[in-house]
């Protein structure tokens, strides 16, 4: 049996694409600008200051944390999410490293 296309990569890689294709959605981006924002966690307010419906809000909020960008945590009623420090270091190391890893030519195509 041949290998599956994700086997062709590295571990590295495919863990950063994974990240990436989790917050590759404008809602998604706008959520964890939210989070980041307030510096805290987000209970439920996230309806309101987004505009979007809170089936929607929650299919996002379920894709970034399992991802591992977010952790939830349930506070009686209402889930809370904040940021994972642990994903997001990683993430920042791994983006700064990708996108660093370019280093001008002197000439172009």
Request: net charge negative.
């Amino acid at each position: 049996m041949g290998l599956t296309k994700t086997e062709m990569f590295t571990a590295e890689q495919n863990q950063l694409a994974q990240l990436l294709k989790a917050m590759a959605h404008p809602a998604r981006i706008a959520i964890l600008q939210r989070i980041l924002l307030s510096n805290t966690c987000i209970c439920g307010d996230l309806v309101d200051e987004l505009g979007l419906a809170q089936a929607t809000i929650s299919q996002h909020l379920k894709e970034l944390k399992n991802a591992g960008i977010i952790q939830g945590n349930i506070e009686g009623v209402s889930v809370c999410y904040c940021i994972n420090p642990e994903t997001w270091v990683l993430l920042e190391e791994r983006i700064g490293g990708f996108l660093g890893a370019y280093k001008a030519p002197s000439s172009c195509c």
